[in-house]
């Protein structure tokens, strides 16, 4: 019998509590028939993972994060590959790249692509990418040196931060893209009209996430006793909009009772902490760090409201669609968003959510007023956003769209 076929998958890092769609994608490719190895830019650096890593199969190696690491394999790579078909493409595509961005991590990345086809398993077919920045780098460079092909996923921060120039290049010479939502698409496909960009939602395991058995107190924050349970998870960085968040919760009147949730890790914990003691609000704010998947589940069933404040930031990184935002609606949880990139494209305000301007505290504060003293408001955006889940999210699609263009593509190689 004829072996399915292997597919490389290049990752910034593995595992991490924050990429589960990831993970979600690497285990639905494994139960539709492919062989998959897992090659990772960096070691992991959260302390725990998910069970769903659990799960895959799929051997994982980690290339060298810095080539002064390791550098006799990186010789070794070199001198295997310096005889390969591709290897001068390979390098007139680093000479192109190093004219428009001269940096150590050009270099870095060439490295790396020199050690992902030095060890190559026997049999790989393709080579596929997680996010449209340094892991398709790498990627690029090693289908250029070892003749095959190579695709890529683009998600958020990827697009929006990447040059211009630097993404075209990387969809000019990939057999196509993935990219989990509209917004995204239409950035790609304005910098390459040829190239082949797909719009694949992650969607969501619901197996994993199944509706909640019970229905939630009707708490309208009158009652101090019975203060409103606010939840927001995410890494603590600036487009999260944290800052902005407690801002808000800060401008309530006195009378609105509520408690605020955060669930993740993330460099500016520390400065959300202070700014919290500052505006008098630690005693009602608890920040729980990293959390695994059943941790954040549990979080989702206790709260009454969740609440995400993305923002753009000055270098351009930005939300596309947070899972979170999916996640908190499985569980009939009624949301808070902003009208950022490709939030409204699950968020439709006032049907299943309501939506702000990105940085408008006054009008994030005014939304949060309206959700907490509103239970009946709360249960019926949550009831809404739950049936979207259901009826347009569910994972399955995407990860069937993701293997059809697979087997396409290998049929026509």
């Not at 019998?1 to 597919?7: G, I, K, S």
């Not at 390791?70 to 070794?76: A, D, I, S």
């Not at 996010?131 to 190579?150: I, N």
Request: aromatic share 8%.
């Amino acid at each position: 019998m004829t072996q399915p076929p292997l597919l490389i998958v290049l990752v910034k890092g593995y595992p991490r509590l924050s990429e589960t769609f990831i993970a979600q994608e690497l285990l639905g490719l494994e139960r539709r028939g492919f062989r998959l190895r897992i090659v990772s830019l960096r070691h992991p650096t959260d302390r725990t993972h998910h069970p769903i890593h659990d799960e895959i199969r799929a051997t994982v190696s980690y290339l060298p994060e810095y080539l002064w690491h390791e550098p006799g394999r990186v010789l070794r790579s070199f001198w295997t590959c310096v005889g390969r078909p591709g290897f001068g493409r390979a390098v007139g595509l680093l000479l192109r790249d190093l004219a428009r961005d001269p940096t150590p991590n050009r270099l870095r990345r060439f490295g790396q692509a020199l050690v992902t086809v030095a060890e190559m398993p026997d049999g790989a077919n393709w080579i596929h990418a997680h996010f449209a920045h340094t892991p398709a780098s790498v990627a690029r460079y090693a289908a250029a040196m070892d003749g095959r092909p190579f695709t890529f996923s683009a998600h958020a921060k990827d697009i929006w931060t990447s040059p211009g120039w630097d993404l075209s290049r990387k969809l000019a010479d990939a057999d196509w893209a993935v990219v989990c939502t509209e917004a995204g698409q239409a950035r790609l496909s304005a910098l390459a009209p040829r190239a082949r960009v797909h719009l694949s939602y992650h969607g969501l395991d619901l197996d994993r996430f199944p509706s909640p058995a019970s229905l939630r107190p009707l708490r309208d924050g009158r009652d101090p006793a019975a203060p409103v349970r606010l939840l927001s998870i995410g890494r603590a960085v600036p487009k999260k909009g944290f800052d902005l968040l407690l801002d808000a919760l800060a401008g309530l009147p006195a009378g609105v009772h509520w408690r605020l949730v955060h669930v993740g890790g993330g460099g500016e914990l520390p400065q959300l902490r202070a700014q919290a003691d500052r505006l008098g609000l630690a005693g009602r704010v608890e920040w729980r760090g990293p959390a695994s998947q059943a941790q954040v589940l549990e979080a989702y069933r206790a709260a009454d409201l969740f609440v995400l404040a993305s923002r753009r930031t000055a270098d351009g990184d930005r939300d596309g669609l947070p899972n979170v935002i999916v996640e908190a609606a499985s569980q009939g949880l009624a949301c808070l968003g902003t009208t950022l990139s490709g939030i409204p494209e699950f968020i439709r305000d006032e049907q299943t959510g309501l939506l702000v301007p990105p940085d408008d505290v006054v009008a994030l504060r005014d939304a949060l007023e309206r959700l907490i003293g509103a239970p009946c408001l709360r249960a019926r955006l949550g009831e809404a956003a739950m049936h979207r889940v259901k009826q347009d999210f569910r994972h399955d699609r995407g990860i069937d769209q993701l293997a059809a263009l697979f087997r396409e593509s290998w049929s026509a190689s």
